[in-house]
């Protein structure tokens, strides 16, 4: 018990806790995503392995991204917050008019160039990136020390955005959205009456949200009651719990879930918690909450940790976009939370999720080693071949800031001591023989 503490005090340990919570998760989401699909896909295109062929591209896309992103300079994640929140108004606006419907009608998603992206997705990334570079040139400046200049233009920003996905009737994207805004306006300082407001007001307007849409309002219903109407608005949430009932303390094995038989609708995307419990039971489930646990401890312990503003607010943003994610998925599953319709992170089908996903842990890889141990284990070690690389291409880390400070003059003084040392000795050397 006693190493416990040491192992968790050493220089990486927030990034080895990320990297391995990462992997395990994509690991074992890719298994359930085969697991869970197999049914649907042969019966949508004769082949068991076609929606699993997709989500293994899909991660053949995302885990370079994410190694790449987990070796830039925080100036360049502070670069990329303006123009990927441009992008990701311009996908949703086209959203909005142009985009696709699909099973329940919600507009979310958009053809481009034959592909299918979820605009929603990457905003969320987006506007973490945006609203941490915003607020760290704002704290760097001294320019915090007024509400106005706390909200604005965060709250314009957001609004926007949520507008944006409202319209497409997404409203598990705009809590997330919602929450992330928050967790900014908190981490930065904000005074508890101002943050009981917000807090108050993002409230409201959910429940006009759900107010204004009839499906909504039987979602909430069919949440409280959903055996009022088990062959409709509860018929979902139902066969969750059937699948989560049947699993058991340690399921009915791989492969062997009867809710995926065309019971359960979305068991390889919205509903794929309920497969893993009933395929790996109680055992499978808590696995899969306590390395959400894991990554979201060591995102925050990055957030603590390191010394720059814009590196703690980035990685407060991405890290309740994606905990709170998850804890929302899994509380629509087990029947704490009404059906949002969003995916669990690193785990459920879908590339528009996993691609953003993966690249938001690149992030907080990055910023893991933006802590103070961290640089010093990292300059001793020397540069790496990525390093070298981005180096030649101008984006090292240490040009980005990362490499602390007086690094450079002090390897220089160390390495040089011996030699002065040697030569000094030699011309003491001389002036005795002399004498």
């Known amino acids: 018990m006693q190493r416990i503490p040491q192992l968790l005090d050493r220089p990486l340990t927030s990034y080895y806790l990320l990297f391995s919570s990462c992997a395990l998760l994509m690991a074992f989401g890719l298994t359930m995503v085969l697991s869970s699909s197999m049914v649907d896909s042969y019966t949508d295109t004769g082949s068991v392995y076609s929606l699993f062929q997709k989500q293994l591209v ?22 990329i917050g303006y123009p990927a ?7 949703l606006v086209l959203t909005v008019f142009k985009g696709e419907a699909y099973n329940s009608g919600a507009v979310r998603w958009l053809e481009i160039g034959g592909l299918t992206v979820q605009a929603s997705e990457p905003a ?41 996905v409202l319209l497409g009737t997404d409203l598990g994207t705009s809590l997330v959205l919602l929450a992330i805004f928050l967790a900014l306006v908190w981490v930065v300082g904000a005074p508890g009456k101002l943050f009981v407001g917000m807090f108050g007001l993002v409230a409201t307007l959910v429940a006009i949200m ?58 390889e995307s919205d509903f ?39 590196a703690r607010l ?4 991405v890290t309740v976009w994606i905990v709170l994610q998850a804890l929302v998925n899994i509380g629509t599953v087990i029947g704490l939370l009404p059906v949002t319709g969003i995916p669990l992170p690193l785990v459920s089908a879908g590339g528009s999720s996993l691609i953003p996903t993966l ?62 040392t040697k030569e000094h000795a030699q011309v003491q050397a001389r002036r005795n023989r002399r004498r």
């Open 58 to 79: 899909a991660a053949a896309i995302g885990l370079p991204l994410m190694l790449l992103a987990s070796h830039l300079p925080l100036k360049v994640f502070r670069a």
């Open 85 to 91: 929140m441009l992008v990701s108004v311009a996908l």
């Open 124 to 164: 969320k990334l987006a506007f973490g990136l945006w609203g941490a570079s915003v607020l760290a040139r704002k704290e760097e400046l001294k320019e915090l020390k007024e509400w106005r200049q706390l909200l604005f233009p965060l709250l314009p920003g957001c609004g926007a955005l949520v507008l944006l």
């Open 210 to 267: 759900i107010a204004v849409e009839p499906f909504r309002i039987a979602r909430v219903t069919s949440f409280l009651n959903p055996e009022a109407d088990p062959t409709g608005s509860g018929f979902q949430v139902l066969h969750g719990l059937y699948a989560l009932g049947t699993g058991g303390l340690f399921g009915v094995g791989i492969g062997g879930s009867r809710e995926k038989w065309g019971f359960l609708p979305h068991p």
């Open 272 to 310: 794929i918690f309920a497969i893993i419990g009933e395929e790996f039971g109680l055992v499978g489930t808590l696995v899969v909450v306590g390395l959400f646990g894991v990554l979201g401890y060591a995102g925050l312990r990055v957030a603590l940790r390191t010394r720059d503003p814009f």
């Open 314 to 317: 980035a990685a407060t943003s």
């Open 359 to 420: 690249f938001g842990i690149g992030l907080l890889l990055a910023l893991a080693k933006t802590e103070p141990k961290a640089r010093r284990a990292l300059a001793a070690r020397g540069p790496g071949r990525v390093q070298r690389a981005l180096s030649w291409l101008g984006l090292d880390a240490a040009q980005g800031g990362t490499r602390p400070a007086g690094a450079s003059q002090a390897h220089t003084s160390a390495a040089g001591e011996p030699r002065r």
